[in-house]
């Protein structure tokens, strides 16, 4: 389920908020994040990357790092837009 911060986000690659209790906030903030771009160009998770995942969404970490990916495409979309 997503929130206000998730809405305006939608329209705005940057939008700068985030719910800190709203999972789809999380995986916004983890594609904005440095270390899933360190990954991204490493061609591999870093490690601080999937304990980060792994401490925030437990047994669903791969499922929200396939959403971390679909996210930060959708922002490099909205950016190039």
Do not use: N
């Not at 929130?3 to 939008?15: I, M, S, V």
């Not at 870093?46 to 929200?64: I, K, N, S, T």
């Amino acid at each position: 389920m997503s929130c206000t911060h998730c809405g305006e986000a939608k329209t705005r690659a940057d939008y700068p908020l985030y719910d800190a209790a709203c999972k789809t906030c999380t995986v916004r903030a983890f594609a904005h994040g440095f270390p899933f771009w360190q990954s991204r160009k490493r061609g591999s998770m870093v490690p601080a990357y999937e304990q980060a995942l792994r401490a925030a969404f437990g047994d669903g970490w791969m499922v929200a790092h396939a959403a971390v990916k679909v996210e930060s495409d959708r922002i490099q979309q909205a950016r190039a837009a």
